[in-house]
């Protein structure tokens, strides 16, 4: 049955087998995350304790992971850390784990949700535009591109 559920601590063994590279995990967690990934280093270096944090998985196997960290006093809710499956890309998971997070933001207060993405990667910014997300700023020196969702 696939559903969605609050992370596990033992989610972030999966998850680190997504993430093939320093890069690529600076890109999904930010420049603070640690290489080699180590899954208690990156439980703890993400705080998933403190913030919301929800994994989809089907029968047992991890499908998709994502966070939600307030800002602004919690009117403004951030989309973080959201990754799916390699080999589960291009099947709408993305579109689902957003759609997700935003319904969690919406009780808590959120009146607007932002996010970041590698201005590079096409499909993600293509899925946030779809889902109403515009740019936020401009694109700083990381190649980040902050978006926002006014709700």
Do not use: K
């Amino acid at each position: 049955m696939t559903g969605w559920r609050p992370a596990r601590f033992e989610d972030m063994a999966v998850l680190a087998g997504w993430i093939e590279s320093p890069q690529a995990l600076a890109r999904w967690g930010g420049p603070s995350l640690t290489w080699p990934m180590l899954p208690g280093q990156l439980w703890q270096q993400i705080d998933a304790e403190s913030f919301p944090s929800f994994s989809l998985e089907d029968n047992g196997e991890l499908l998709a992971f994502g966070q939600l960290s307030p800002r602004d006093e919690a009117a403004t809710w951030h989309l973080c850390r959201l990754i799916v499956a390699p080999h589960r890309r291009g099947q709408q998971l993305g579109d689902r784990l957003c759609r997700y997070l935003i319904e969690r933001a919406i009780p808590l207060g959120a009146t607007q949700i932002t996010l970041n993405v590698a201005a590079g990667n096409l499909p993600a910014v293509r899925l946030y535009q779809r889902l109403g997300f515009l740019d936020n700023g401009p694109v700083n020196e990381r190649g980040i591109q902050p978006m926002a969702l006014q709700l």
